[in-house]
C-alpha cells in the first residue's frame, strides 16, 4: 500500500542512476595509463580494435569495472540488510566482523600458506571468505543469550569487540613478517580492487543473482523488522528465523565482494542511508537504489584512485574513506 | 467457555523471576483487564501470553494447542497485540502502517487482495482514522496515533485482542474514546479483549473479568464487584480505599484512598 507518487519517484531516481552509472563507466574505459581513446571505445567494443585496443578494454578495463561495479552492489546490499535487521542506521558490513575476519584470514593464508600464484590468486578470496563467515559466526554465537535470544544491540557491541580484537591480531602478524609480504595484506586492507580478471566475477555473481531477489522478496519483512520487534512478533513474523537467514546473506553477499577488492568499508553504510533520504524507508523501494548507489559510490571511487596517483594508484577503500568517514561523522553529529 | 489459558507459568528476566506459576483462563469474548502495582508483571505476563517474551516454563494453551509450538503467522490470524506505545515508524503513511496488520495473511511477494484492501478500510473506519490515512504517522497527536496501532490490530482480524496499557498517554476524552471502541469490538463482534489497565475505575467500567496480580501472583480474578473490595485493593496496592459506586454506570468505584499506615512501598 505505497503511494503511487512515491513509487514514480523511485523508477525516476532509478533510471537517473542508470544513467549516471553509464556515464561513470563510459568515462572510466576510457581512462587509464594505457591509452585508448574514446573514439576507439565503441568499434573496439565491437570487434573493430586493434590487438592492444581489445586487451585494454577486454582485459583490464572491463573486468575491473564489472567487479567494482558488482562489489558495491552487493556491499550496499549487504549494509542495507545489516541496517534493517539491527535497528541501527549505523550499521555496516563492517561491524559485524566481515572486514576484519576476511582481512586475518587473508593474512594468516597469505603469511603460512606459501603455494604458487596461480591457484594462489583463486584460493584467497576463499580464505577471506570463510574468514568473514567463521567471524560473523562467532559473532553471532557470542552475542545470542538462551534466555532473551538474539539482541541486536548485541550484535552490535560483540562485533565491535570482536573487530578490534582481530585488528590486534592483524598486527601481531603483520609485525613479525617479511616487509614484501606486509605490503600486498596492507594494500589488501586498504582496499585495493585486487581480483580484476573475469574469474573473479564469479565469486561475486552468483551471490548476487540469489540474494538480490531473495532479499526483495523478504522486503516487507524487513519493513516489519525495523519497525519494532514487539509489533513484528504480533504479526506472525519468525524474528530469529529471518534474522538468521538474513544475517546469512548479509554476511555471504558482503564477504563475497570484500574478498575480491580487500577491505572497504562505508558503501555499505552511506548507500542505504543515501537510498533511504531519496525515496523512504520502505526496502521495496530503497532496497533497488542503495544497490545502484553502491555500485555507483564504489566504481567512482576505483575511477578516480587508479588515475590519482602514479603509478599505483591510491586504493578505493581509501578514497571511499574520504567520502565515508565525514559523511559517517555527518550521522553521528545529526543523531 | 476459555479458549485461551495458562498453565503454571514462570516468567522471568534472567534469573530474576517476576510472574510465579500462574495458571489462569481468560473468558471468551469478554473484556479482560490485569491490573496490579508496578513491576507487578502484569505486562510481563502479556507479553508471554502473546509469545513476546520466551517464559522459563508452564505453557500457554489456545484452542487445545500449547501456543510455543503453533505456527506463529497462523498465531497472528488468531491474537493480535498492541505492545506499549510503540516508538516513531519514520515516514510512514496511516493507510501503510495499518496495511501492515494483513501480514499475517499474505503470501509470496505479499500483494494486498481485495479482502486485505477491505479490512483496511474498515479498521481506518471504525477507529475513525480514514480521514488522515494519506498524512504520516509521525505527525499525529498521540491519541491519532493510538487510534492507528489500534487499527493496524484490528486488520490484523482476530478473535483475540491484546493491548497493554493502550490510555497511557492520552488525556481523559481520549482514553474514554479508546475504551468506548473496545467495548463497541467486544459487544458488536464477539470480540476477545485483554488489556493491562492502571485507571482502576475504568477496569471497573469496562471489564467483565479482572485479574489483579501482586509480585506474579494473583491476588484475585473475577468481577469488578469481586475485585473492587478493600481488602483486595489493600494487598494489592497496599492502599486503603474507599469504594462506591458509579452513579451513571452503578460499577464499583475507587472513591478516595490513603496509603496504608506503616507501610512503605
Known sequence: MIQADLVTKQRLTFISLLVLIVLTVATGLGLGDASLSYQRLLPTFFGQGTFQEEFILFSIRLPRIIITLLAGMALALSGSILQGITRNELADPGIIGINSGAGVAVAIFFLYFPIEVGPFLYLLPISAFIGSLLTTSLIYIFSYKRSSGFAPIRLVLTGFGFSMALSGVMIVLISSSERQKVDFIAKWLAGTIWGTDWPFIWAILPWLIVLLPFTLYKAQRLNLLSLNEPVAIGLGLAIEKERMMLLLSAVALAASAVSVTGGISFIGLMAPHIAKALVGPRHQLFLPIAVLIGSWLLLLADTIGRNIASPDGMPAGIVVSFIGAPYFIYLLLKK | ?265
Open chain 2, 1 to 265: 467457555m476459555v479458549r485461551l489459558y495458562t498453565k503454571h507459568l514462570n516468567i522471568g528476566y534472567g534469573e530474576r523471576i517476576i510472574v510465579k506459576d500462574l495458571s489462569i483462563g481468560i473468558p471468551d469474548r469478554k473484556i479482560t483487564a490485569i491490573i496490579g502495582a508496578n513491576g507487578c508483571g502484569k505486562s510481563t505476563l502479556l507479553k508471554a501470553i502473546t509469545r513476546i517474551h520466551k517464559y522459563e516454563s508452564g505453557a500457554v494453551i489456545l484452542d487445545g494447542k500449547n501456543i510455543a509450538n503453533e505456527n506463529t503467522k497462523a498465531l497472528a490470524r488468531k491474537m493480535a497485540i498492541l505492545p506499549q506505545t510503540p516508538e516513531s515508524v519514520s515516514g510512514l503513511t496511516v493507510a501503510e502502517l495499518v496495511s501492515y496488520g494483513r501480514f499475517p495473511y499474505q503470501k509470496g511477494f505479499g500483494p494486498l487482495t481485495k479482502r486485505d484492501y477491505e479490512m483496511i478500510e474498515w479498521a481506518l473506519q471504525v477507529t475513525r482514522t480514514s480521514e488522515f490515512k494519506d498524512q504520516s504517522v509521525d505527525a499525529l497527536s498521540g491519541g491519532q496515533r493510538q487510534r492507528v496501532w489500534i487499527a493496524m490490530a484490528l486488520a490484523q482480524d482476530t478473535d483475540i485482542i491484546f493491548l497493554d496499557e493502550p490510555t497511557t498517554y492520552l488525556d481523559m476524552a481520549h482514553q474514554l474514546e479508546i475504551l468506548e471502541l473496545l467495548e463497541k469490538l467486544n459487544v458488536q463482534q464477539g470480540r476477545t479483549i485483554v488489556m493491562v489497565l492502571h485507571d482502576l475505575n475504568q477496569a471497573a467500567r469496562f471489564a467483565d473479568y479482572i485479574i489483579a496480580l501482586k509480585t506474579g501472583q494473583i491476588v484475585k480474578a473475577g468481577s469488578s464487584e469481586e475485585v473492587m473490595t478493600r481488602d483486595v485493593l489493600k494487598e494489592v496496592y497496599q492502599i486503603d480505599a474507599e469504594i462506591g459506586r458509579d452513579p451513571r454506570t452503578n460499577k464499583p468505584m475507587l472513591m478516595t484512598y490513603n496509603l496504608l499506615k506503616g507501610v512503605t512501598i
